[in-house]
């Protein structure tokens, strides 16, 4: 069955950098784009990045952009976010989830803690 | 940017009786690829990840009940749940996929009456 898990959330200082990863399985990672998408604690739901197939496309909400790089390794039906400058409204579950537009299989999520 | 905006913020409804959620978009959120809309419907009960029910705005996903319906056309679009179930108590968001960034409601919190 379609699975994704995200990992590498946990507890930043602001200006610090994290990077999260997505395994993803039961599916063929190298066809398909991929998301992250993040929600607050007690907030909706926010686009941040997708990335192409293959990786050569990738896009970003503005939110992160310039500071936040979403990357794969086909070779390791792996997913990436690297995350830099990180800022207390950063905070939230970091979601990935599979689809070039249509996200339709999500993960649990990986919670990032932006605090001093 | 296109705004997704969701009307009401939250919805309080009797078992059995129906439901309905509307999403309205800045800009028309039509796919040249395939002359559909783009739009899905998701929902997510507390402690879970947002689980697709409807995409192209109508189309149900697999497995979810037929009581789920989507419908609407460029910049108006609805879910509506026929008869709720006790089971149905989540907050369901729209988005588009048309264009990024791939924009969200904020949310429509359904409850029981």
């Known amino acids: 069955q379609v699975q994704v898990v995200e990992s590498g959330g946990g507890v930043v200082q602001p200006g610090r950098s994290l990077r999260l990863s997505c395994a993803a399985s039961?599916?063929?990672?190298?066809?398909?784009?991929m998301h992250w998408v993040r929600q607050a604690p007690g907030k909706g739901l926010e686009w941040v990045a997708v990335?192409?197939?293959?990786?050569?496309?990738?896009y970003y909400a503005d939110s992160v952009k310039g500071r936040f790089t979403i990357s794969r390794d086909n070779s390791k039906n792996t997913l990436y976010m690297e995350m830099n400058s990180l800022r207390v409204e950063d905070t939230a579950v970091y979601y990935c989830?599979?689809?070039?537009?249509?996200?339709?299989?999500w993960g649990q999520g990986t919670l990032v803690t932006v605090s001093s | 940017d296109i705004v997704m905006t969701q009307s009401p913020d939250s919805l309080a409804v009797s078992l059995g009786e129906r439901a309905t959620i509307n999403c309205k978009s800045s800009?028309?959120?039509?796919?040249?690829?395939?002359?559909?809309?783009?739009l899905a419907w998701y929902q997510q009960k507390p402690g879970q990840p947002p689980k697709l029910l409807i995409y192209w705005a109508s189309t149900r996903e697999s497995g979810v009940p037929d009581r789920f319906s989507g419908s609407g056309s460029g910049t108006d679009f609805t879910l509506t749940i026929g008869s709720l179930q006790a089971e149905d108590v989540a907050v369901y968001y729209c988005q588009q996929y048309h264009s990024t960034p791939y924009t969200f409601g904020q949310g429509t919190k359904l409850e029981i009456k």
């Open positions: 800009q028309g959120v039509l796919c040249s690829s395939n002359n559909k809309n783009c």
């Open positions: 039961g599916f063929i990672f190298s066809n398909y784009g």
């Open positions: 989830a599979r689809g070039g537009d249509l996200a339709d299989y």
């Open positions: 990335i192409s197939y293959d990786g050569s496309n990738k």
